[in-house]
């Protein structure tokens, strides 16, 4: 019973293209969120959504559009991938907005080459 | 900016207790504690979180300081598989939760 997953968990490309990663939660959450790991394991919120409406944009480049179809589901499109996306990303939910806690997915790492 | 300083790493032998502290000295009124944790290639689990009185779940025990400057998170019988890093956010009543660099809690055998 996976509560927050996330495909792919590991994402090759090459610069310049357009990717996606899917994100869903079975928790019936309201709340849900982008994070960036980087190389020297610094993790960063990038979004959060709730009721499917953008509540927190981390002044993160218009190349990463979030879309959230449902409350269930947050996908993070990346256009024009650069070198420096390379990272873990992780997908997380909570029951509603300052949720105490926050679920997270295992992450995807995504390599650009 | 994370508003938390914690040791880069510790260790623990394993059955005893693991005190793991934290500095947050700029911390306001309204502001909580939290502790998550990132075992090896997975992403963070919650812990506890707490806002000047102690607290104890399942999992640990969080103790804050009467002026709340500093708290400490306490692993009381530690295991193998609680090597990870432990991560000390002090949070606000927004959803963000700002991520420092932790520590790494190494138990060993």
């Known amino acids: 019973d996976t509560a927050v997953s996330q495909t792919p968990k590991y994402l090759v490309t090459q610069m310049g293209n357009d990717k996606s990663i899917k994100c869903e939660q079975n928790l019936g959450h309201d709340t849900m969120y982008w994070y960036k790991q980087d190389s020297k394991k610094f993790l960063k919120i990038m979004f959060s959504y709730n009721n499917k409406e953008l509540i927190i944009n981390e002044t993160v480049p218009n190349r990463f559009s979030p879309k959230s179809p449902d409350k269930a589901h947050l996908n993070l499109h990346i256009n024009s991938l650069e070198l420096g996306d390379s990272a873990v990303y992780f997908c997380a939910s909570s029951q509603a907005l300052a949720a105490n806690e926050q679920f997270f997915g295992p992450g995807t790492r995504l390599t650009v080459l | 900016d994370a508003k938390t300083t914690q040791p880069p790493s510790m260790d623990c032998a394993e059955g005893r207790a693991a005190n793991l502290p934290c500095n947050h000295s700029t911390i306001s009124g309204n502001e909580y504690v939290y502790w998550y ?63 420092g660099t932790g520590t790494r809690l190494q138990v060993f055998p």
Do not use: W
Not at chain 2, 58 to 86: C, G, N, Q, W
Not at chain 2, 88 to 98: A, P
């Open chain 2, 37 to 99: 944790r990132q075992i090896h290639s997975q992403g963070p689990q919650y812990i506890i979180h707490g806002l000047k009185n102690n607290e104890t779940n399942e999992m640990a025990s969080l103790i804050i300081t009467e002026d709340r400057k500093s708290s400490t998170l306490i692993l009381p019988h530690a295991t193998l598989r609680d090597t990870a890093v432990y991560y000390c956010i002090v949070r606000d009543n927004t959803d963000k939760l700002i991520f």
